[in-house]
């Protein structure tokens, strides 16, 4: 039953990972003396992909083995609506004003005190996104190093495939999306929508979409997003080599497509050769490659397998070795 159903079931959410996993906290056994430590480790705020949670299985192990890792580090991770039950945190993934989510958000972040010298960053798929969103438009206190997991930052060409056959939440959300993706609508009440850009429409894109064409600055300058996107220390860009969730899957990496109508095959358009976000640089990303924080598109940055497909368990897996390298700097 498992097998079977594994080729369809999309791995959006973190839970099936730790199944097969190893737990680190498995290495240390046996009665030890807990000293206090002081926080010597910078703190880390992790924003879950669409469909999972901010305390669901997956995400709550791998907090459980970078406290391992990191003895002492602060870890939030996102929980919109704040007071909501599992099923609302769920059915905001699918539904609602994608701005207003990261604005409240916001103001949760600079709420708590651990987090006031700054902290870094770790975006699980859409949850990267929004992550970024909050570095653009808020970072109050700061991101230094910010970790992209699968993240759609060109938005996606094709709705995003819903993990199974039951998952009414998203097959309605995708249902729905589908009659009218650029309506004022679905732009304002579906997250799907806010970041759906195609590129055979994009005259439709463009004059309906408010919340993509903003966060990558396609239609004009967004000096505060620049400023605070090359402010980074890190903005480290991971894809996933196998992912068939994000189409196209580089825009884990600021990929787009050609539109049919100049190139049927819809070759790639990468980062460096999009007028937009290199040529004027309309949110900072240049700027930050040119000081050597933005991290992309080497073996070191990308993950084999497919849409977050961390291979949580191996330590020479992807998840552990970024997490070894980015997180858990000293302040
Ligand atoms: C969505 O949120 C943004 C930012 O808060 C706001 O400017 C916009 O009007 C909102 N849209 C709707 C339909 O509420
Ligand atoms: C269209 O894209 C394909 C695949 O990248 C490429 O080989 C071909 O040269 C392109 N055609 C034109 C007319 O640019």
Known sequence: MYLSLAGAILCLSLSAIRSSAVPVSAISQGPQRIFP?????????????????????????????????YPGIFIHSVQYPGSGSIDDERKAGFY??????V?????????IPELADGFDGIGFSQGGLFMRDYVQRHNEPRVRNLLTFGSPHMGIARLIPC??????????AKQTAQKGVYTEWAQNNLIQASYFRDHDRLD?????NKYLTRLNGELEAQPRAAR???SLDNLVLINFEQDQTIYPKESAVFGSLVPSAVNSSNPVIPMTENPFLWKHDRIGLR???????????TPDESCPGAHM???????????????RRWIGWSM
């Open 37 to 69: 430590t002081p926080a010597t480790h910078r703190p880390l705020v992790i924003w879950h992909g669409l469909g999972d949670t901010a305390n669901g299985e997956g995400i709550a192990g791998l907090m459980r083995d970078m406290k391992e890792m």
């Open 96 to 101: 609602g004003n994608a701005s207003m989510q």
């Open 103 to 111: 604005d409240e958000v916001a103001e949760t972040i600079r709420d």
């Open 163 to 172: 993990r199974s056959s039951f998952d009414l939440l998203c097959i309605i």
């Open 204 to 208: 439709a894109f463009h004059k309906m």
């Open 228 to 230: 605070n996107i090359a």
């Open 287 to 297: 700027k930050l490659a040119k000081k050597g924080g933005l991290q992309y598109g």
């Open 309 to 323: 497909d961390l291979d949580w368990g191996d330590e020479e897996g992807c998840g552990q070795r970024l997490v």
